[in-house]
């Protein structure tokens, strides 16, 4: 075998910035229009590899029991897997009949969960990965903002669930971000200091650094910070 024979396929898949890609589907809440119907909200749209199989199990059981609280970051959820409806329907009755995991029981998901027995959506978002599985999802979080633009995309393997720290985290500095006009460094969380675009027209480099511009530290003069209280984030993007 070449070298060229080795290499993996070329497959396309959308990319941060992109347009979520449109489809119709069934899903256990009924048809839905994607992204459309979601107009002027968040989404994360996620893909598991199989019903009836415990990491997934101890995904969904999370993610419904946070669903009220993304909802109060204007976001919704929509789940995915190359299972059928009668799969996803007795699976889900499942989990909130007899499944108990981390002091969560009685566990009902009440937000979509699509059929997509054709591969068409997993593979319209590149879900499918071969060299992990040729037949199933992987773990993929695909996070589209209010205007239908994919503005985060993680995946992980079929072996590790996912962490909704991190997905929350995600969804907070998106909005952060966006209403302040900054970015998050590593690790933010509301409440620590954000990075300052370029100075521009709000003022000249100079100026930041001599610590003319309100809150604003510089330790360069490509490096600025400013401090927001939780409280202002909180109020600018919790709606509920
Ligand atoms: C799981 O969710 O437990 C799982 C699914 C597919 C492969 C491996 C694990």
């Known amino acids: 075998m070449t070298m060229a024979d080795q290499q993996a396929p070329v497959t396309t898949m959308p990319r941060i910035g992109d347009p979520a ?71 889900l009755r499942t989990i909130q009949d007899k499944i108990e995991f981390n002091n969560m029981k009685n566990v009902e998901v009440k937000f979509p969960l699509i059929d997509d027995v054709s591969m068409a959506v997993a593979q319209k978002y ?19 903002d209010p205007q239908g633009v994919i503005r985060t995309i993680i995946y992980y393997p079929l072996s590790m669930g996912r962490n909704f720290d ?43 650094m001599d610590g003319k511009e309100d809150g604003v530290e510089c330790e360069d003069w490509f490096f600025c910070t400013k401090a927001i209280s939780a409280e202002d984030v909180e109020k600018a993007i919790r709606k509920a």
């Open 21 to 91: 890609p449109t489809f119709t589907a069934s899903t256990t809440q009924g048809e839905i229009n994607f992204p459309a119907d979601y107009a002027g909200q968040w989404v994360i749209l996620f893909s598991h590899p199989a019903d009836f199989t415990p990491v997934c199990t101890t995904e969904f059981m999370t993610f419904a029991s946070l669903a009220d609280e993304f909802r109060a970051y204007n976001t919704q959820l929509v789940g995915l897997s190359v299972d059928g409806l009668y799969s996803h329907i007795a699976w």
């Open 126 to 144: 590149g879900m499918i990965m071969p060299g992990e599985d040729s037949t199933k999802a992987v773990r993929a979080v695909f996070v589209i």
């Open 166 to 208: 991190e997905i929350m985290r995600v969804i907070k500095a998106l909005q952060t971000a966006d209403a302040f006009s900054v970015a998050t460094p590593a690790d933010w969380r509301p409440g620590d200091r954000v990075i300052v675009p370029p100075a521009g027209s709000c003022g000249t480099a100079k100026d930041r």
